[in-house]
């Protein structure tokens, strides 16, 4: 069976520092993935989705990048984490194959990052 | 460009009774799906119940159904019989196939209360 393993769950981190957040899918080929964000009682705002390795589409302009070096590796990054960038983070994958695109996304447990 | 709508921040409902969420979409795409999570307070994402846009019938999953009202772009998510465990927030998401392919978007949540 599929799972997905994100880490660390939870993160203090001052501002101006860098920041790396992984996450990994097992179980499943060529998934799609996505990093999501989310402020404290909102919606989930989508902030990348790949749909291969080094295939990365950036949906929202801001100090954070990511990157996907294996097929089922997906990382969220800055160089200065701001006071904004705080939230809770949700990676997520989902069936990468035609038939995938009906497909319900599943998510990690999620990162709660706390900028100080 | 696709758009989610979830105008109730918050709902209330007695137990055992029915409640319905209401989410409405925009897309020009003629081929989309629509997806309903449950988010409780751990703040892990649950899948509950998917409609595509050629499904000919309201997709049911147990005590959850969706009210997929097409020309009004409108996929309303009812669940009968509430139970405390409801208690959670609830995601409306939509992807839409040709123009979008695997990006999946989502309002911004709806906070179910059950009350005893």
């Known amino acids: 069976s599929q799972t997905i393993h994100q880490w660390p769950a939870t993160l203090v981190q001052p501002v101006g520092s860098p920041l790396s957040l992984e996450c990994t899918v097992e179980g499943t080929s060529n998934p799609n993935l996505y990093w999501y964000r989310q402020a404290a009682g909102r919606g989930l705002q989508l902030l990348f989705y790949?749909?291969?390795?080094?295939?990365i589409s950036s949906e929202v302009p801001q100090n954070l990048s990511a990157s996907r070096p294996q097929d089922r590796q997906f990382i969220l990054s800055s160089k200065k984490l701001l006071l904004s960038d705080s939230g809770f983070y949700l990676c997520a994958w989902s069936d990468g194959t035609a038939q995938g695109r009906n497909q319900p996304q599943h998510f990690g447990d999620g990162t709660r990052l706390s900028i100080l | 460009a696709q758009k989610i709508t979830q105008t109730q921040p918050g709902m209330f409902v007695q137990e055992k009774e029915a409640v319905t969420l209401d989410c409405t979409y925009d897309t020009s795409d003629p081929s989309y799906g629509l997806f309903w999570y449950k988010q409780p307070s751990s703040g892990e994402m649950i899948f509950l119940i998917y409609q595509g846009s050629y499904d000919q019938q309201n997709a049911t999953e147990g005590r959850y159904s969706l009210n997929f009202q097409k020309a009004r772009k409108s996929a309303n998510l009812v669940i009968s019989a509430s139970q405390l465990g409801d208690s959670a927030m609830y995601f409306c998401?939509?992807?839409?196939?040709?123009?979008?392919?695997?990006?999946?978007?989502f309002g911004a949540g709806t906070r179910l209360f059950v009350k005893a």
């Open positions: 790949s749909v291969g390795i080094g295939q």
């Open positions: 998401a939509m992807r839409a196939i040709n123009t979008g392919g695997f990006k999946t978007i």
